[in-house]
């Protein structure tokens, strides 16, 4: 009989050469679908962005159908998740710009939420995910911050990335409250999940993903 050390050597292996293989585990929760209302007013700060990013807010995605979920999407998700989260340092928009609610793409290496949001969504659409079904949202945190996130929709739920974890998480088990998020017809139109008054999105996380 083998002995549980070996065991455990044989199994760590196992997992190292599935790794290297290109093999990844699918995602353990499934996730349900989010359910949209109707068109709400867009944040101030993607409005803005919209401005000098016109070409970025006037798309209307031929596909409206979910991304297939696979090991390859898992794959993509989990890695731009952490790569992202570790390539940009978290940093207010006040202490950026001197004023709050700029939305940006971190090319200089610092940002706050939805410049991760933002970058993200860069990297999974030139991965060939469409903008369909990678829609920057707007929540609010347990402490009442407001914050945002990335959708991904997918065949098997709505799966969200944030810079706040590593994880990629079903949406509904973020603890957040989901208020609202883009249209997945028109990359410059926004739709409601919750009625929301307006807030701010400036949650920035720690280096070491505490709250």
């Given at each position: 009989m083998v002995s549980s050390p070996v065991l455990q050597k044989l199994r760590n292996g196992a997992v190292v050469a599935l790794a290297l293989s290109g093999w990844w585990a699918a995602p353990a929760v499934a996730a349900s679908a989010m359910t949209t209302g109707g068109l709400t007013s867009q944040p101030i700060g993607h409005y803005d962005f919209c401005r000098t990013h016109k070409g970025e807010c006037s798309i209307r995605p031929a596909d409206l159908n979910p991304a297939t979920m696979n090991a390859s999407l898992w794959q993509q998700l989990t890695t731009v998740t952490t790569a992202v989260n570790a390539a940009v340092e978290p940093m207010s928009d006040l202490d950026i710009y001197g004023k709050d609610e700029v939305w940006a793409y971190?090319?200089?290496?610092?940002?706050?939420?939805?410049?991760?949001?933002?970058?993200?969504?860069?990297?999974?659409?030139?991965?060939?995910?469409?903008?369909?079904?990678?829609?920057?949202?707007?929540?609010?945190?347990?402490?009442?911050?407001?914050?945002?996130?990335?959708?991904?929709?997918?065949?098997?739920?709505?799966?969200?990335?944030d810079n706040?974890?590593?994880?990629?998480?079903?949406?509904?088990?973020?603890?957040?409250?989901?208020?609202?998020?883009?249209?997945?017809?028109?990359?410059?139109?926004?739709?409601?999940?919750?009625?929301?008054?307006?807030?701010?999105?400036?949650?920035?996380?720690?280096?070491?993903?505490?709250?």
């Open positions: 971190p090319d200089k290496g610092v940002g706050d939420c939805e410049d991760y949001v933002l970058e993200k969504r860069r990297r999974l659409n030139q991965l060939g995910i469409s903008l369909a079904n990678l829609l920057i949202t707007v929540v609010r945190k347990p402490d009442g911050e407001g914050h945002a996130v990335l959708t991904v929709r997918t065949s098997k739920g709505d799966y969200v990335l706040l974890s590593d994880q990629v998480r079903p949406w509904d088990q973020t603890g957040y409250r989901f208020l609202k998020r883009q249209a997945i017809d028109n990359t410059g139109r926004w739709v409601s999940i919750r009625d929301s008054q307006q807030i701010l999105v400036g949650a920035v996380r720690s280096t070491t993903l505490s709250r």
